[in-house]
């Protein structure tokens, strides 16, 4: 390893870590000045939830990075991502729940049991137990079980991105885009096209 990877191989999980931390005061200055639309509450709840997908998937990432373009990196930063999307996971919720529910239980419940609000809150729950286990001890605790624990988050990248799509209006698509692209991170994943793609840049290396 040549001294100007191995700088950026010990640096590249803090700048990961900064990057994924400066969107809370960033929305809080936001708050603090009222740039957060006609609809500060609302636009509080999309921004915290869209930041939660995008680490999401970039936590999906890091394995083909990884398998396919040789990026060692990425795989030091994947469980802090998944982490990172759960605690914006969980600003989302809250917000949703105190500031534009005000804590109120039969209008969660009424709200909950639409299509778009249900999805995102079973893909939230999936969140949780992978968030516990995602620290030591757990990973050698659970031996093969936590690996297939964490599979879950193929289906909560799905959930999440639905959740989107039910969220915004028809017409806007954004949220397909996301869609379109864990699909085809997904794909990358299956040997066949894992081992072609590993091999094809390989050889161009």
């Known amino acids: 390893m040549n001294i100007r990877y191995k700088f950026f191989d010990q640096w590249f999980p803090i700048l990961v870590h900064i990057a994924c ?3 809370i005061p960033w929305l809080i200055l936001d708050a603090w000045q009222g740039n957060l639309t006609a609809d500060p509450i609302r636009g509080a709840i999309l921004r ?3 930041i939660a997908l995008e680490l999401l998937i970039l936590s999906l990432a890091c394995t083909p990075l990884n398998t ?3 990026f060692k990196p990425a795989l030091r930063v994947r469980r802090a991502l998944g982490d990172y999307s759960f605690l914006y996971t969980s600003l989302h919720f809250a917000i949703f729940v105190s500031l534009d529910y005000g804590f109120d239980l039969q209008l969660l419940i009424n709200e909950l049991i639409r299509p778009y609000a249900l999805v995102g ?3 939230g729950l999936l969140l949780i137990p992978l968030a516990i286990t995602s620290f030591s001890p757990w990973p050698k605790r659970l031996g093969k079980n936590w ?3 964490h599979n879950l988050v193929y289906v909560i990248n799905l959930l999440a991105a639905l959740h989107f799509i039910l969220v915004v209006k028809q017409g806007v698509t954004e949220p397909y885009l996301w869609m379109i692209l ?3 991170l997904l794909v990358l994943r299956l ?3 894992r081992h072609f793609l590993s091999g094809f840049f390989t050889h161009q290396e």
Do not use: D, E, S
């Open 48 to 50: 915290t939830g869209k």
């Open 147 to 149: 690996n297939r624990l």
């Open 191 to 193: 040997p066949p096209i």
């Open 68 to 70: 396919i373009f040789g």
């Open 121 to 123: 809150l079973i893909a």
């Open 182 to 184: 864990i699909i085809f």
């Open 21 to 23: 931390l400066l969107p």
